[in-house]
């Protein structure tokens, strides 16, 4: 663990800290903590900053509501940079756009899409159960539907693996994954609920395998 006496500030005795969102892994802005605001946002667990344009601490939110809950604070190899990875409340730029990075000077933006974002809104319809929607359709037929859909879409992508068909293979797990989003959502299970389940065991063969070498 990196203790902040060890980070280097510079001159004016500031540090860049690159915030990414936790979720979408998006570089959301690029700002500046001293020592004070980086002890501030390590002991209220939100962003502070520290504004060089006014010369004051600026807690992120504090008047928008758009409040920035840290996940976790890295520094770089060379301790003179931070990168502040954080759960938001709202947009991070003060334009009112999810980041302040939206303004492509060579190729073009990342896309938005994640498990994450498609879980959410498979949630949202089923809450809202939009008329003419295919999801709403399933969440109205219940859970049986869904899992026939499920088993239906299992056996399609077996079919397309075996026939080593790449391209109708990813075209049918991706209605597999759609279907088993929409039983997630109908049971309460979460993408969390998953990728922590899969984390575990990850330790756990990683346990497995030490213990095969030392054999």
Not at 177 to 203: A, C, K, P
Request: charged content about 35%.
């Amino acid at each position: 663990m990196v203790k902040i006496d060890e980070l280097k500030f510079d001159e004016k005795g500031l540090i860049p800290a690159i915030v990414v969102d936790a979720e979408s892994k998006k570089v959301l802005t690029l700002a500046y903590m001293n020592r004070e605001s980086l002890e501030i946002s390590m002991k209220e667990g939100t962003t502070c900053f520290w504004s060089r344009s006014r010369k004051e601490l600026w807690r992120k939110g504090e008047t928008s509501g758009n409040r920035q809950h840290i996940v976790n604070i890295v520094a770089d190899c060379d301790r003179d940079a931070l990168v502040v990875t954080v759960e938001k409340d709202g947009p991070a730029c003060h334009l009112g756009t999810d980041s302040c990075f939206e303004y492509p000077v060579m190729g073009r933006l990342p896309s938005d899409f994640s498990v994450k974002n498609l879980y959410r809104m498979l949630k949202g319809r089923k809450e809202e159960l939009p008329e003419g929607s295919y999801t709403t359709y399933l969440f109205e037929k219940g859970l049986d539907k869904i899992l026939k859909k499920v088993g239906e879409e299992a056996t399609e992508v077996i079919i397309a693996g075996k026939a080593e068909d790449k391209a109708e293979t990813v075209y049918e797990i991706a209605d597999l994954m759609y279907h088993v989003m929409v039983m997630m959502v109908q049971l309460g299970i979460s993408v969390d609920d998953v990728m922590e389940e899969l984390e575990s065991r990850h330790i756990i063969d990683h346990k497995v395998k030490q213990e095969k070498m030392t054999r």
